[in-house]
C-alpha cells in the first residue's frame, strides 16, 4: 500500500491516524464529522410518565429528560444515511443541557481507530400526555395555571419552578397538559383543588400573584360547571438583574422564601422585600434598553464620592459609593436615568 497523507494537514498515515476520506482522523472531524445532526431536534415527551413519541409510537425510556433525548436521537438521528460511511458504531451521549441547548459528544469507529467528536445543537421539547396517560383521565380540564414571570421567561427559572411543583404527586396525576410558549408556560388541570394548592406554593415560595377567574361552561348532570384560570405572575428574577424600587435601580441579589433580596445601588443597602412590597407598584424590572453598564476604573475618593473613569470615553464620574475600594480598582458603572452608580 502507498503511504497515504492527510491533504489538509499532511500528516501521514499511520496505524492510529488512517485516512478517511483524504483527511487525517483530526482533520475529517473538522471537515466532515462523524454525523450529520439538525440544527434543531424536535421531541415529544408525555410529561406524566416520560414516553418518547418516536415514528408514530409512544416508548416508554425511563429515567431523566436528557436520557429520553439521548434514545431519541439514537434512535432517530443515528441513521446510515447521516453517517459517513466506513464509521461504524456511531453512538451519541448527551453530556448536558442548558437552555434548550444540547452539548453532544458523538463517538464512532473507523477500522480500529475510535473517534469522538462534540456536537451542540437546539433540542425544542414538546410536552403531550400519552395516549395511556390521557385515558387515564378525561382529557377535558377543570383548571388553567398560567405562569408568566415579569422578567423575560428564562429556562432555568421555568425549570426550577417545574421541579418543585413536580414534587407534589397529585399535581403531577392531575396534568392533562402543558403548553411552554414565551410567555410561560400554561398547565391544564383536572382537578381544581390542585390548583389552588399549588399556586398557594407559587405565592409563598416565589412571590407570585394570584388571580382566580372562573367560567361558567353549562351544567353537567343537573350540577353546574365551571373552569377555573389560575393567572399565577411570578418575579422571575436571577441574580444579577436589575429592577427599580422605590424609584431608584437595585441589583437582585438573591430570591428565599418567596422574597427579593436586592442591593439598592445608591447606598449598597441590602433590603428584602416581601409579597406586598413586589406587589404594591414601586417594583419594575429593568431590561438592557433601560440603562447602560459601562467599564471604569476608580481613581480617586472626593468629598465622599468615587471619581470614576469610564474605560471607553475617558468620561469621569462622581458616583457615591456605597464603599471604599483600592485606587485603581475596575468597576461597571450602570447609567438609569441619567444617574451613574456603581455595581459593587
Ligand atoms: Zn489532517
Ligand atoms: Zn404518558
Request: proline share 3%; aromatic share 8%; charged share 30%.
Amino acid at each position: 500500500m502507498g503511504r497515504r497523507f492527510c491533504v489538509r494537514c499532511g500528516r501521514e498515515e499511520g496505524p492510529d491516524t488512517p485516512i478517511i476520506d483524504g483527511l487525517c482522523p483530526k482533520c475529517f472531524m473538522k471537515e466532515r464529522g462523524i454525523l450529520e445532526l439538525p440544527t434543531k431536534i424536535r421531541v415529544t415527551i408525555c410529561p406524566i410518565c416520560g414516553a418518547l413519541y418516536i415514528h408514530g409510537d409512544w416508548i416508554r425510556v425511563g429515567g431523566s429528560v436528557e436520557g429520553a433525548i439521548e434514545y431519541f436521537i439514537n434512535e432517530t438521528i443515528v441513521k446510515r444515511h447521516n453517517i459517513y460511511p466506513g464509521l461504524e458504531d456511531v453512538k451519541v451521549k448527551v453530556v448536558r443541557m442548558d437552555s434548550g441547548v444540547i452539548y453532544l459528544r458523538i463517538m464512532a469507529r473507523y477500522k480500529d481507530v475510535s473517534l469522538s467528536q462534540d456536537a451542540v445543537t437546539h433540542v425544542e421539547l414538546q410536552k403531550k400526555p400519552c395516549p395511556s396517560c390521557l385515558r387515564s383521565r378525561s382529557g377535558s380540564y377543570e383548571a388553567m395555571l398560567q405562569i408568566r414571570t415579569i422578567a423575560p421567561v428564562r429556562f432555568d427559572v421555568m425549570r426550577d419552578i417545574g421541579n418543585r411543583l413536580a414534587r407534589v404527586k397529585e399535581f403531577r396525576e392531575s396534568i392533562v397538559e402543558i403548553k411552554e410558549h414565551k410567555d410561560g408556560v400554561d398547565v391544564k388541570l383536572s382537578n381544581q383543588a390542585i390548583g389552588r394548592y399549588v399556586a398557594n406554593i407559587l405565592k409563598r415560595e416565589y412571590a407570585a400573584k394570584i388571580t382566580m377567574t372562573w367560567e361558567n361552561t353549562g351544567y353537567l348532570g343537573g350540577k353546574r360547571r365551571s373552569k377555573l384560570t389560575i393567572s399565577a405572575r411570578l418575579p422571575g428574577l436571577v441574580s444579577g438583574d436589575i429592577i427599580e424600587y422605590e424609584g431608584e435601580p437595585a441589583e437582585v441579589m438573591r430570591l428565599k422564601k418567596g422574597r427579593v433580596i436586592i442591593k439598592r445601588l445608591s447606598d449598597g443597602k441590602v433590603v428584602s422585600l416581601r409579597h406586598d412590597d413586589i406587589w404594591r407598584g414601586d417594583f419594575r424590572y429593568l431590561n438592557e434598553k433601560d440603562y447602560a453598564i459601562l467599564d471604569g476604573r476608580i481613581l480617586n475618593y472626593e468629598g465622599g464620592r468615587a471619581v470614576v473613569q469610564a474605560t471607553g470615553s475617558g468620561n469621569i464620574y462622581f458616583i457615591k459609593s456605597p464603599r471604599i475600594l483600592n485606587l485603581g480598582s475596575r468597576v461597571k458603572i450602570l447609567i438609569y436615568k441619567g444617574k451613574a452608580y456603581l455595581l459593587i
